[in-house]
């Protein structure tokens, strides 16, 4: 992993380090040449490692005390609120931890997309990416059951009634989902199980994703190779530990409003209504990080193509190191690419408002023009452009455009900043 | 810096989007101050005990509120009863327990320990004795409603007659701000229903905001621990964040690069 050798000081050290080369790991984390010039748009990876640890550590307390039973989980969340010492403190970090990491992922996928980050050499890095992705969709429809409110139970509902569009075996999968005829008990059960293993899951999947990293080492904002250790590189620790620690500290006291202050606003009201399998709330949504793939699922008239849509929407990311054709990564230096950017940017975020209205009039077709737009631009637009677009000449070196060396370089760096920043 | 910033409004956009889009399909509440909002919200103390005569007097011969328990009228951050008079509320209800020696089921006078009476033994017990509608538990009621305490608080002063063109089946009663305008609750609170102990006028208004408090502070018993320690939370990080800011400045000197 190291590209230099490490010898320990101490006797034991090495004695130990021969063994087994934790103090070679350790040495290889602090030093890990890492390129000067990442911006704070950089920082969220370490941000989702926090919110991936305070989802487990919060996670693990609520679990000591949450009976995940469909007579009792609604009363020992309950419990959980008013009995537990802080309980309602971990409920709260839990809840909105949920929403602050997928905001995190959120960015941290937009900044990929917009830096090039999933090119080669590191498309597996994208990828394990993904695959964290989908683990965290799975995680988290699968906690929003666990309080069985109405919200949970008929989230649960629509969701796993989804597998019944799979042609000849749906219905059968779908019984086998629920472990009954209907979401049940069985199936409170198992989700409960499997809310509990794939944070784990995710974070074996974190450190491959870290791991992948290392290897080639960050992308950067110029998106130019650079070479490792050199001038456009400082050491890990303490240069990016502090820069990383800074950011984290004011995305904490973003999410220490939403926990102490309005720790309710991103749920639904209807979730704490214990679940009722005879009444159907008027509205059933789901939690707000959903929203753009469901408003993908009912833009499509036929259940069976929603769901294909739908999955497909995000299996597509999985190709993005493919589909894009362009062989310069950084945005900077892709005029057409980068306003192609913010419409794709535009149109997910219309996605997610029309994903929370109902499917019905003008929402109906807005949603369907943004669907068709998000697959035009990574399945036409992308491989197109990386053929006809002119790009900007790229610098050589990012020491360079950062100490504002040469005027090319100079008009590229003010660009970046107008632009990205 | 420069950058942290738009980060920083990046995220207020977005928890005003969010809080936006969730309040989209609203109907104007009634509005009033209530002394719980804000960073330093607290109950008002007096507000809540006249509320909870209130549930006790008017709501509770039909509403449960299943997660309370008569010690939490003392608690801190609630009405703060003293403990006697917590005791004395407590033993005002019957309450059934069992079975003893022999087997049998008994009432005995409530205790701290137990939590409020149910009005009913079940919810068809409910739905029976209330032309087939249940009224719901209020013990998460103000957070189970989109509106939150403004609807509850609009709810309880919405009673109108119908407009020409709509007519009310029996039990079925018109109120504004009732989704579908139509209730199965009768107008509740009429001046002075409720003779308050500490001498308050008992207006319907009056009633409407005490009672909500109380439902509020029933759904959030540890509101105002929160806002207390959310403030101490968010002061520290701020601190905590200056210091960090400074010396990542100073770490980052040593390299000619700016963050």
Same mark, same amino acid.
């Given at each position: 992993?190291?590209?230099?050798?490490?010898?320990?000081?101490?006797?034991?050290?090495?004695?130990?380090?021969?063994?087994?080369?934790?103090?070679?790991?350790?040495?290889?984390?602090?030093?890990?040449?890492?390129? &000067?010039?990442?911006?704070?748009?950089?920082?969220?990876?370490?941000?989702?490692?926090?919110?991936?640890?305070?989802?487990?550590?919060?996670?693990?307390?609520?679990?000591?005390?949450?009976?995940?039973?469909?007579?009792?989980?609604?009363?020992?969340? *309950?419990?959980?609120?008013?009995?537990?010492?802080?309980?309602?403190?971990?409920?709260?970090?839990?809840?909105?931890?949920?929403?602050?990491?997928?905001?995190?992922? $959120?960015?941290?996928?937009?900044?990929?997309?917009?830096?090039?980050?999933?090119?080669?050499?590191? *498309?597996?890095?994208?990828?394990?990416?993904?695959?964290?992705?989908?683990?965290?969709? %799975?995680?988290?429809?699968?906690?929003?059951?666990?309080?069985?409110?109405?919200?949970?139970?008929?989230?649960?509902?629509?969701?796993?009634?989804?597998?019944?569009?799979?042609?000849?075996?749906?219905?059968?999968?779908?019984?086998?989902?629920?472990?009954?005829?209907?979401?049940?008990?069985?199936?409170?059960?198992?989700?409960?199980?499997?809310?509990?293993?794939?944070?784990?899951?995710?974070?074996?999947?974190?450190?491959?994703?870290?791991?992948?990293?290392?290897?080639?080492?960050?992308?950067?904002?110029?998106?130019? !190779?650079?070479? &490792?250790?050199?001038?456009?590189?400082?050491?890990?620790?303490?240069?990016?530990?502090?820069?990383?620690?800074?950011?984290?500290?004011?995305?904490?006291?973003?999410? %220490?409003?939403?926990?102490?202050?309005?720790?309710?606003?991103?749920?639904?009201?209807?979730?704490?209504?214990?679940?009722?399998?005879?009444?159907?709330?008027?509205?059933?949504?789901?939690?707000?990080?959903?929203?753009?793939?469901?408003?993908?699922?009912?833009?499509?008239?036929?259940?069976?193509?929603?769901?294909?849509?739908?999955?497909?929407?995000?299996?597509?990311?999985?190709?993005?190191?493919?589909? !894009?054709?362009?062989?310069?990564?950084?945005?900077?230096?892709?005029?057409?690419?980068?306003?192609?950017?913010?419409?794709?940017?535009?149109?997910?975020?219309?996605?997610?408002?029309?994903?929370?209205?109902?499917?019905?009039?003008?929402?109906?077709?807005?949603?369907?023009?943004?669907?068709? $737009?998000?697959?035009?631009?990574?399945?036409?637009?992308?491989?197109?452009?990386?053929?006809?677009?002119?790009?900007?000449?790229?610098?050589?070196?990012?020491?360079?455009?950062?100490?504002?060396?040469?005027?090319?370089?100079?008009?590229?760096?003010?660009?970046?900043?107008?632009?990205?920043? | 810096?420069?950058?942290?910033?738009?980060?920083?409004?990046?995220?207020?956009?977005?928890?005003?989007?969010?809080?936006?889009?969730?309040?989209?399909?609203?109907?104007?509440?009634?509005?009033?101050?209530?002394?719980?909002?804000?960073?330093?919200? #607290?109950?008002?103390?007096?507000?809540?005990?006249?509320?909870?005569?209130?549930?006790?007097?008017?709501?509770?011969?039909?509403?449960?509120?299943?997660?309370?328990?008569?010690?939490?009228?003392? /608690?801190?951050?609630?009405?703060?009863?003293?403990?006697?008079?917590?005791?004395? @509320?407590?033993?005002?209800?019957?309450?059934?327990?069992?079975?003893?020696?022999?087997?049998?089921?008994?009432? +005995?006078?409530?205790?701290?320990?137990? #939590?409020?009476?149910?009005?009913?033994?079940?919810? #068809?017990?409910? /739905?029976?004795?209330? =032309?087939?509608?249940?009224?719901?538990?209020?013990?998460?009621?103000?957070?189970?409603?989109?509106?939150?305490?403004?609807?509850?608080?609009?709810?309880?002063?919405?009673?109108?007659?119908?407009?020409? =063109?709509?007519?009310?089946?029996?039990?079925?009663?018109?109120?504004?701000?009732?989704?579908?305008?139509?209730?199965?609750?009768?107008? /509740?609170?009429?001046?002075?229903?409720?003779?308050?102990?500490?001498?308050?006028?008992?207006?319907?208004? /009056?009633?409407? #905001?005490?009672?909500?408090?109380?439902?509020?502070?029933?759904?959030?018993?540890?509101?105002?621990? +929160?806002?207390?320690?959310?403030?101490?939370?968010? @002061?520290?990080?701020?601190?905590?964040?200056?210091?960090?800011?400074?010396?990542?400045?100073?770490?980052?000197?040593?390299?000619?690069?700016?963050?």
């Amino acid at each position: 992993m190291s590209d230099h050798q490490y010898t320990p000081e101490s006797k034991f050290g090495k004695w130990f380090n021969d063994r087994l080369p934790l103090l070679t790991l350790a040495n290889h984390l602090t030093d890990y040449p890492t390129p &000067k010039n990442l911006n704070y748009w950089w920082t969220f990876g370490g941000i989702l490692t926090f919110c991936l640890i305070t989802q487990i550590v919060t996670g693990l307390v609520l679990a000591m005390h949450y009976i995940a039973h469909a007579d009792m989980a609604f009363d020992s969340v *309950e419990h959980i609120m008013r009995d537990v010492n802080y309980g309602w403190l971990i409920r709260y970090i839990h809840a909105n931890g949920a929403s602050m990491f997928f905001l995190a992922v $959120y960015i941290h996928i937009f900044r990929s997309l917009f830096y090039g980050s999933y090119k080669a050499p590191r *498309e597996i890095i994208w990828i394990i990416g993904i695959i964290i992705y989908l683990l965290m969709m %799975a995680a988290a429809f699968m906690g929003y059951v666990l309080p069985w409110g109405q919200m949970s139970f008929w989230g649960a509902t629509v969701i796993t009634n989804l597998f019944s569009a799979i042609p000849l075996v749906g219905e059968g999968i779908v019984t086998w989902l629920w472990g009954g005829y209907s979401v049940d008990n069985p199936t409170l059960t198992r989700f409960f199980t499997l809310h509990y293993l794939i944070p784990f899951l995710i974070l074996g999947l974190v450190v491959l994703h870290i791991w992948a990293l290392h290897v080639p080492g960050n992308n950067n904002p110029v998106g130019i !190779d650079i070479k &490792k250790p050199s001038k456009d590189t400082v050491p890990f620790h303490p240069y990016i530990v502090i820069k990383d620690g800074f950011a984290l500290l004011m995305f904490m006291i973003v999410f %220490a409003f939403f926990v102490f202050y309005t720790p309710n606003i991103l749920g639904h009201a209807d979730n704490y209504i214990e679940a009722d399998p005879l009444v159907t709330p008027a509205h059933i949504v789901p939690e707000w990080y959903l929203l753009p793939f469901y408003a993908i699922l009912r833009s499509v008239p036929d259940k069976l193509l929603g769901v294909v849509a739908m999955l497909s929407a995000i299996f597509i990311l999985a190709a993005l190191p493919w589909l !894009d054709t362009s062989k310069i990564r950084s945005a900077v230096f892709r005029p057409l690419y980068r306003q192609f950017y913010w419409i794709l940017v535009a149109d997910v975020l219309i996605l997610g408002y029309v994903g929370a209205m109902p499917a019905e009039g003008l929402y109906l077709l807005i949603a369907r023009v943004a669907t068709a $737009y998000y697959f035009l631009h990574f399945l036409v637009i992308l491989p197109v452009l990386g053929f006809r677009e002119k790009t900007l000449p790229i610098p050589l070196s990012i020491t360079e455009p950062v100490l504002g060396g040469s005027p090319n370089l100079a008009t590229a760096k003010n660009k970046e900043s107008s632009i990205i920043k | 810096m420069k950058n942290f910033l738009r980060i920083f409004f990046l995220f207020v956009l977005f928890s005003g989007v969010q809080s936006n889009s969730i309040a989209a399909e609203k109907i104007e509440y009634l509005k009033t101050d209530w002394s719980f909002k804000g960073l330093f919200g #607290k109950f008002d103390r007096a507000a809540l005990q006249r509320g909870y005569q209130v549930y006790t007097e008017v709501c509770s011969s039909c509403h449960s509120m299943k997660y309370l328990s008569y010690r939490n009228l003392a /608690q801190k951050g609630g009405p703060e009863f003293t403990e006697a008079q917590a005791k004395a @509320i407590a033993a005002s209800f019957e309450v059934k327990d069992g079975p003893n020696a022999d087997g049998d089921m008994f009432t +005995r006078p409530g205790k701290l320990s137990d #939590k409020f009476v149910m009005p009913y033994e079940n919810v #068809k017990a409910a /739905q029976a004795a209330n =032309g087939g509608a249940y009224p719901p538990d209020m013990s998460v009621l103000v957070k189970a409603r989109g509106g939150g305490v403004d609807y509850i608080y609009s709810l309880l002063q919405g009673y109108e007659d119908p407009p020409v =063109g709509v007519t009310l089946d029996d039990g079925v009663y018109y109120n504004k701000y009732m989704y579908g305008n139509k209730i199965k609750m009768s107008n /509740q609170l009429s001046d002075g229903l409720v003779e308050y102990s500490d001498g308050t006028n008992s207006t319907v208004e /009056q009633m409407s #905001k005490d009672v909500t408090t109380f439902l509020m502070w029933a759904a959030e018993p540890h509101l105002e621990e +929160r806002h207390q320690m959310g403030f101490k939370a968010i @002061i520290y990080l701020i601190i905590l964040t200056v210091l960090v800011y400074f010396s990542m400045k100073r770490i980052w000197s040593r390299i000619e690069t700016e963050v």
